[in-house]
């Protein structure tokens, strides 16, 4: 972990989004020399399923040595902005760094996508941070450390982290093309940058997207708290950057990471839009085109772990299961026992076989034969599987997710 030096002493800190997570650990981070936190998030009366509010994130603030303003901030709101703005400036005397983390996030394609979720993620991830960073500009002018960090990724346009959740991407960058054009504009007065993680942090997000069990997969907040100071110490010259966390705390000296996992020691999942990724990503997938005078049939597998699973998911398999997904599946499967499998979840009492579907399958996903038998087993969440670049999905995103319920069922007999 990195140690605190007491640069932050007396310095004013708005975070939005602050009242748990990312933004509450910088917060937590900041308040330990002494700063001045702003918490500008929505959360002013306990969640059910989330823990935390702008009141309980100023409490730990407190007895970690900072001061807290706790404001309730929608920051698709401009007025609530600005007041959260005037509040800060009258409480604090001005604004030395502003933090962009409220973000909004679903991983659905072009057509599962409603007009109401695109509008939320365009509107606090893109439209949010350049409303409050226009809005803290001129108080941010004034201060010597005068930073602003957007939790957003590097520019990748690899089109890989465009086809799957199109809408997602275009807000997030979002974010990040406000760095590469205020950094520019902003130059010699105040530092603009991105920080990303290089692997999934474990949050109350994560925990939604990937389900119980996916922490030992994850780093903890920690590690963008720790990457953050480091950019807040550095002077206004250092701007126009997009940051990954652990290359910046490498540059500090860190050496040991496992301080920084949930379990240290297991495998890690890599973060979107970084193409870290396992060679199957980058690879087309197999077309199984043969020229026409060696066109043949493929011999169907007789025994091995894939079978045996779609044996065992046959067993599982009933009318109430049919009348629940309405789906069929078709699997692309790479390596030992691979080849084109399907589960039919439309006719009646279901079937599974070798092969291509008898009708269009609704959803097709593509994967390596030893990940298939984790997804089936539990060992491996299809939400990651298809984060990480292991999992392709073609089709229905809706379909693919109730097809996760079903796994889970399985997973006992597995």
Known sequence: ?????????????????????????????????????????????????????????????KAAGGKALPCVVDVRDEQQISSAVEEAVEKFGGIDILVNNASAISLTN?????????????????????????????????????????????????????????????????????????????????????????????????????????????????????????????????????????????????KNFDVYAITPGHPLIPDFFLDEQPVIVTKKPATHELKEEEAQPPPKPRSGAVEGTFRIVKDSLSDDVVKATQAIYQFELSGEDGGTWFLDL???????GYGEPSDRADVVMSMSTDDFVKMFSGKLKPTIAFMSGRLKIKGNMALAIKLEKLMNQMNARL
């Open 1 to 61: 972990m990195l140690p605190n030096t007491g640069k932050l002493a007396g310095c004013t800190v708005f975070i939005t989004g602050a009242s748990r997570g990312i933004g509450k650990a910088i917060a937590l981070k900041a308040a330990k020399d002494g700063a001045n936190i702003v918490i500008a998030a929505k959360t002013a009366q306990a969640h059910p399923k989330l823990a935390g509010t702008i009141y309980s994130a100023a409490e730990e603030i």
């Open 110 to 254: 072009t057509l599962e996508t409603p007009t109401k979720k695109v509008d939320l993620m365009m509107n606090v991830n893109t439209r949010g941070t350049y409303l409050t960073s226009k809005a803290c500009i001129p108080y941010l002018k004034k201060s010597k450390i005068a930073h602003i960090l957007n939790l957003s990724p590097p520019l990748n346009l690899n089109p890989l982290w465009f086809k799957q959740h199109c809408a997602y991407t275009i807000a997030k960058y979002g974010m990040s093309m406000c760095v590469l054009g205020m950094a520019e504009e902003f130059k010699g007065e105040i530092a603009v940058n991105a920080l990303w993680p290089k692997t999934a942090i474990y949050t109350a997000a994560m925990d939604m997207l990937g389900g119980s069990g996916i922490e030992s997969q994850c780093r903890k907040v920690d590690i963008i708290a720790d990457a953050a100071y480091c950019i807040f110490k550095k002077p206004k010259s250092f701007t126009g950057n997009f940051i990954i966390d652990e290359n910046i705390l490498k540059e500090e000296g860190i």
């Open 346 to 352: 439309k006719s009646k009492g279901g079937n599974v």
